[in-house]
């Protein structure tokens, strides 16, 4: 089975909703990962237009939110959701956190998350522990999506690449920075995958609709998924 994915941080779409629609649109994914995803209104919107269900963080009056958020498109579906916020947040005014989906198709369950990490390196570490420490527990493939504010060389990058592939590495095409998205330097957005889901191809889309629609460019990986349990095997 075959599940096209979109990393993206898309800035609250501060750029125009329109341009970032026609960008993801064009690639027809079954699931997106979105960070910076602005007001609630903006991303029903969004999925709207796409033809996909989202699930981010509930609603809540005491608390800030976390824009964190994972769209499917029919015949996926979102099964469950939760938001996981992390403990070491050194910006109270800009929370951070990780969206947990577990998202299904007929015969077949997996989980989607989506992260957006902080800019100190030792809150990034402890963000990328608390994931590896829920995502243990996860039963199925997994996806772990989103803006790393980190290069690769990084040391919570690093991390989680020692317990899940980077999907960069296995599928990647040509250039595979993502910011500034007008003249791209720096790969810090990233697909990380779980043992047993391969990476066809994995592109950074160019053109001037990627690099106006926000101040990030996207992530798009054509990836294949593990043959459900019991299914029957293939020559």
């Given at each position: 089975?075959?599940?096209?994915?979109?990393?993206?941080n898309v800035r609250g779409f501060r750029d125009g909703s329109d341009r970032v629609i026609r960008l993801v649109g064009h690639?027809?994914?079954?699931?997106?990962?979105?960070?910076?995803?602005?007001?609630?209104?903006?991303?029903?919107?969004?999925?709207?237009?796409?033809?996909?269900?989202?699930?981010?963080?509930?609603?809540?009056?005491?608390?800030?939110?976390?824009?964190?958020?994972?769209?499917?498109?029919?015949?996926?579906?979102?099964?469950?959701?939760?938001?996981?916020?992390?403990?070491?947040?050194?910006?109270?005014?800009?929370?951070?956190?990780?969206?947990?989906?577990?998202?299904?198709?007929?015969?077949?369950?997996?989980?989607?998350?989506?992260?957006?990490?902080?800019?100190?390196?030792?809150?990034?570490?402890?963000?990328?522990?608390?994931?590896?420490?829920?995502?243990?527990?996860?039963?199925?493939?997994?996806?772990?999506?989103?803006?790393?504010?980190?290069?690769?060389?990084?040391?919570?990058?690093?991390?989680?690449?020692?317990?899940?592939?980077?999907?960069?590495?296995?599928?990647?095409?040509?250039?595979?920075?993502?910011?500034?998205?007008?003249?791209?330097?720096?790969?810090?957005?990233?697909?990380?995958?779980?043992?047993?889901?391969?990476?066809?191809?994995?592109?950074?889309?160019?053109?001037?609709?990627?690099?106006?629609?926000?101040?990030?460019?996207?992530?798009?990986?054509?990836?294949?998924?593990?043959?459900?349990?019991?299914?029957?095997?293939t020559g």
């Open positions: 089975m075959q599940l096209r994915v979109v990393v993206y690639f027809h994914p079954d699931i997106v990962v979105l960070n910076e995803t602005g007001s609630r209104r903006r991303l029903r919107r969004f999925a709207k237009a796409l033809g996909m269900d989202a699930a981010s963080d509930p609603w809540s009056p005491f608390r800030r939110r976390v824009k964190n958020a994972v769209l499917v498109r029919p015949p996926w579906r979102i099964v469950s959701r939760r938001l996981h916020r992390f403990r070491d947040v050194r910006r109270r005014l800009y929370p951070r956190g990780a969206l947990i989906a577990q998202v299904g198709r007929s015969g077949f369950r997996m989980w989607a998350i989506a992260v957006h990490l902080g800019l100190h390196p030792l809150e990034r570490i402890h963000s990328v522990e608390e994931i590896s420490d829920l995502a243990r527990g996860l039963a199925g493939p997994v996806l772990i999506g989103g803006d790393f504010n980190e290069l690769p060389d990084g040391k919570a990058v690093a991390f989680l690449a020692k317990r899940y592939w980077d999907a960069w590495l296995l599928g990647g095409d040509v250039s595979g920075e993502t910011f500034p998205a007008t003249d791209p330097t720096a790969r810090i957005d990233f697909l990380f995958v779980s043992q047993g889901i391969g990476a066809l191809r994995v592109i950074v889309p160019p053109g001037p609709d990627a690099r106006l629609a926000s101040d990030h460019l996207p992530v798009v990986a054509e990836l294949r998924l593990p043959e459900p349990e019991g299914s029957p095997a």
